[in-house]
């Protein structure tokens, strides 16, 4: 059951209610081992933490930066700081020295904590060009400190200011003061433009949202929850406080790369995550099944079309399975699915939510056939996440992006817009007034920049309002439409679809270059490097014909014609992706202008903009 409470105390109530149980793990930087925390612990840690923040002078509604990947000590930080009424401001941790010298002088940051080494340099670096910046409180112990550097010193001899809560009368008091209007969190946003803007989050917004979602997300204190995306993504962040608030234990990833052995190794129960990742497991499952034997493919096809009658044709719709289907899924469940779920380390799945960008049809359908409840939602940081979500053991269409919550209000707008007002709802960006009148209508309603419609109920997305795209021929694109249904192919790592004022529909692609590579060896084409995978013509003809089955669906003008392959990933160092990994098409465009003038070439005599092979007719028109 929820313990209902306001953040600053929420630690040290779930502590009173749960003790000795464990709340908690974790790894150390640089340790394989894990780690555990109690709930005592936990409240022990975020106490010396308040404390110590009032001895280094840290006021009421201060803001204060992270600049870290996840562990333990963020938790231990965020939760000290609301003690004392101060606001929070994460920077995610792959941000650039401009970025946060931009995010520490907007936000007059006096005080950073700091993950790594790397996160370390970069602070140190721009320390000089940021007036406000007084001190550097470091996480990792293995960080090297400048010697000329007497502003930083180590997270554990900071905790030492705050050891038997020298301050703790007036910790109490300030608990006391705590209330629903003061900020929580600014957390500035990156952008697809590349414009930064702070959104004010305030404890009142996080109480209403955690209500809201208590309501329709069955965590529980059993649970087991994986803490996957970055605590600076709204969606983690709204997620991992509801766990909390529900007692459930954290489990903490550090690492991005490590999710699935981290999964395997600690078998959580529930993970927030965005469609990328459920895509990568369908892309190796679906290349299992290209590799297995004839037979093996048969029974696999055969046990997932089984698992989609039951769960999307039936379930998911609200009817119940016939008898006989009900007892070959059970089957399935026990057996087949079973293998599949316990190679991710999910061997008593509960709920797995699911935004941040569009979730292809297929991908979903797959995830629930394997008896994986995804949660597919929509929202937003200016919302405080949940704007809407599928609900555990209800109807859903495989689509949608569920039921709005309780409290949220939605309107239509110019463009189909979708329009937000309600108790979760940002009152605005950090110190920018003119981008807040522009940001809500005449109504007070906020403008999303989304397009959508209702349907009995639930709430569909359709694309970006400012990403669609119009050809030169009049026909609007919706390029992360595209975009999501050509990256469940095994071989799309990455795709950015091009079509803005252009003739035809093209796209810019990186593959999935140790698949393609295997693709190359097993069917005898040699390659000494990446360019030469990239321009060679049967490889070509490979992906121009995974593509053309893809996008059968679409109509003649929204298919891609022609596509490049490209042999570097999409970056966010060179500005081609936002922290979230979304992509910055400007930029693109801008990067990539040579490779996309090419494919708009009336002649093509190179593989290097290659066309789609059922449209090879039509790429002039």
């Keep these: 059951m929820q313990t209902k409470c306001h953040l600053s105390i929420l630690i040290h109530e779930q502590a009173k209610k749960y003790g000795k149980r464990r709340a908690l793990i974790y790894r150390d930087f640089g340790d394989t081992r894990w780690q555990s925390a109690t709930w005592r612990d936990f409240s022990r840690k975020v106490r010396h933490v308040s404390n110590a923040l009032l001895n280094i002078g840290v006021k009421v509604q201060e803001n204060i930066g992270v600049f870290s990947q996840n562990v333990v000590q963020y938790l231990y930080t965020d939760f000290g700081a609301f003690g004392i009424r101060a606001v929070t401001v994460p920077f995610y941790a792959t941000s650039s020295e401009q970025q946060i010298q931009y995010m520490i002088n907007d936000a007059q940051i006096r005080v950073l904590f700091v993950g790594e080494q790397e996160q370390y340099d970069k602070a140190l670096r721009i320390f000089s060009h940021c007036c406000s910046l007084e001190r550097i409180i470091i996480y990792d112990r293995r960080v090297k400190i400048g010697p000329a550097d007497k502003n930083s010193i180590y997270f554990d001899d900071f905790l030492t200011l705050g050891e038997n809560s020298p301050r703790q009368s007036e910790v109490e008091k300030l608990y006391a003061e705590a209330n629903d209007d003061d900020l929580c969190n600014i957390l500035y946003t990156s952008g697809t433009t590349g414009d930064s803007k702070g959104v004010m989050l305030t404890y009142g917004q996080y109480h209403a949202a955690l209500e809201a979602n208590d309501k329709i997300v069955p965590v529980r204190d059993d649970d087991r929850v994986m803490n996957f995306l970055p605590i600076t993504h709204i969606f983690e962040r709204g997620w991992l406080f509801l766990s909390i608030s529900e007692g459930a234990e954290i489990v903490i990833n550090t690492d991005p790369k490590e999710i699935q052995q981290s999964m395997r190794e600690t078998h959580p129960t529930c993970m927030s995550a965005v469609p990328r990742f ?77 935004a941040g960008a569009t979730v292809s049809a297929e991908v979903e359908e797959f995830v629930h056939s394997i008896g994986i409840c995804m949660i597919v939602g929509y929202g937003l940081t200016e919302s405080l996440a949940t704007v809407s979500a599928d609900h555990k053991n209800e109807p859903f269409t495989v689509g949608s992006v569920g039921r709005p919550i309780d409290g949220i209000d939605i309107k239509f707008g110019e463009n189909d817009e979708i329009l937000l007002k309600g108790p979760t709802i940002t009152k605005g960006y950090y110190k920018r007034d003119s981008l807040n009148r522009e ?163 009336e002649e093509q005599d190179t593989a290097g903009a290659a066309p789609v092979a059922s449209d090879r007719a039509d790429t002039k028109s």
Excluded at 295 to 304: M, N, S, V
Excluded at 307 to 335: C, D, F, Q, V
Excluded at 469 to 496: C, H, R, W
Aim: charged share 30%; net charge positive; glycine share 4%.
């Design 439 to 601: 940001a809500f209508d005449e109504e007070g309603y906020f403008r999303t920049g989304d397009s959508g419609y209702m349907r009995n109920g639930e709430l569909f997305l359709k694309d970006r309002i400012k990403d669609l795209f119009k050809t030169s021929n009049g026909k609007y694109i919706a390029p992360q439409m595209l975009e999501s249904k050509l990256l469940v192919d095994k071989y799309i790592d990455q795709i950015a679809v091009i079509a803005d004022s252009r003739k035809f529909v093209s796209a810019l692609i990186i593959p999935d270059y140790a698949l393609l590579e295997e693709y190359a060896r097993d069917n005898g084409i040699a390659f000494g490097s990446r360019e030469e995978l990239c321009s060679d013509g049967r490889i070509h003809t490979m992906m121009a014909e995974r593509i053309e089955t893809l996008q059968q669906q679409f109509a003649s003008y929204e298919k891609i014609k022609r596509f490049t392959l490209l042999p570097q990933h999409f970056t966010m160092e060179r500005g081609e992706l936002t922290n979230t990994l979304k992509i910055r098409r400007k930029v693109l465009a801008r990067n990539y202008s040579a490779e996309i003038e090419k494919m708009y070439e």
């Design 278 to 354: 459920w895509e990568k497991v369908y892309a190796e499952v679906m290349d299992r099944i290209d590799h297995a034997t004839p037979a093996q493919q048969k029974l696999l096809r055969k046990a997932w079309a089984i698992g989609r009658k039951h769960n999307i044709e039936y379930l998911s719709r609200g009817r119940r399975p016939p008898l006989a289907l009900k007892m070959k899924y059970a089957l399935m469940h026990r057996t087949l699915f079973k293998i599949v779920r316990n190679e991710l380390g999910l061997d008593h799945p509960n709920i797995f939510p699911t």
